[in-house]
């Protein structure tokens, strides 16, 4: 068995000092067969310190430890009932300057026979208290889904998949674009595959609470964040949803899937053109994918070059 690996590279560039806890999060999940069960898998992002349930080092990677708090669940809303999973995760990352862990897990869940379509949430208290919007207040985020059979494909529809970090970094006063990764594994006559949207997350849905376009000024153009230049100095949260469609002109998602993540929006002295550049080879390229066996170590070398101070 192989699983695509996809880069992120997280700096540890700032100081900060933020409390209360939650940092974003990703949910999204495929079948496993045709009768109710799929794996689900999380990707989810926190205060270091807040707690020894969040707190994650060299250690903790190591050693696979599942850490975060096993009385939190993904909840059914929609169409099921009871708990669908904990939250717990295996922390991948983390940052001593800017008090953050963040980590994933995957687990199969069966829903009762004959269920068609479901919908959970994470919901609870509070995200970080450093956002310029939704500072303190509650989270959720929201998974959903059709399990029936796909006349297409002959099986239940995967969802979208995406893999955003948990910290997107811009510079204050340039006009920028965050790309949002998105694929899907679904594909049906003629070699097509779904038709993948991204919108934003709404509270009438369940899917955002407080933090829903908490991004001032910025815009939604398909999968592209455009932020313009006049979007001030501060840490925002991100709250969208990822759909697929078995068309074009298809208008009912048979899938959502929550990303749920931070911008922080810095001064530097930098022109704005005058970014960081990663060599390459030996730097993967941007949007390279790798085969690993399960179980096995993957290792890369990054090389990424400066133009000069204030540049990061």
Not at 82 to 107: H, I, K, L, P
Not at 158 to 170: K, Y
Not at 267 to 283: H, Q, R, V
Request: glycine fraction near 8%.
């Amino acid at each position: 068995m192989t699983a695509a690996a996809k880069l992120f590279i997280f700096c540890n560039l700032l100081g900060l000092a933020f409390s209360s806890h939650f940092r974003g999060a990703v949910i999204q999940w495929s079948p496993v067969n045709n009768n109710g069960a799929i794996e689900i898998n999380h990707r989810i992002a926190w205060r270091r310190s807040f707690s020894t349930e969040l707190y994650c080092d060299s250690s903790t990677i190591s050693s696979s430890s599942l850490i975060g708090y096993n009385t939190d669940y993904l909840t059914c809303r929609v169409g099921c009932s009871g708990n669908v999973g904990t939250m717990q995760y295996y922390c991948t990352d983390f940052s001593v300057n800017e008090d953050w862990s963040a980590g994933e897990r995957s687990y199969t869940h069966t829903f009762a026979s004959g269920l068609t379509y479901f919908e959970a949430s994470y919901q609870s208290c509070c995200w970080i208290s450093g956002l310029v919007v939704g500072a303190s207040t509650s989270w959720e985020v929201r998974v959903a889904g059709s399990l029936s059979v796909r006349s297409d494909t002959g099986s239940v529809n995967n969802s979208p998949v995406t893999s955003v970090p948990p910290i997107v970094r811009i510079q204050h006063g340039c006009p920028t674009v965050i790309n949002i990764p998105v694929s899907d594994e679904d594909v049906h006559s003629g070699n097509v595959r779904d038709d993948l949207r991204c919108r934003w997350a709404l509270h009438s849905k369940g899917e955002c609470e407080e933090v829903c376009q908490a991004f001032p000024g910025a815009t939604l153009s398909g999968c592209s964040l455009q932020v313009p230049s006049t979007v001030g100095v501060g840490w925002y949260a991100v709250a969208l949803q990822v759909e697929d469609f078995a068309t074009t002109s298809s208008t009912t998602a048979m899938s959502s899937v929550p990303v749920q993540f931070l911008v922080n929006v810095s001064t530097s002295s930098a022109s704005c053109g005058n970014k960081p550049n990663f060599t390459s080879p030996p730097t993967p390229r941007d949007g390279d994918t790798f085969g690993i066996a399960l179980g096995d170590t993957w290792e890369v070398t990054i090389i990424a070059v400066t133009s000069g101070p204030g540049v990061r």
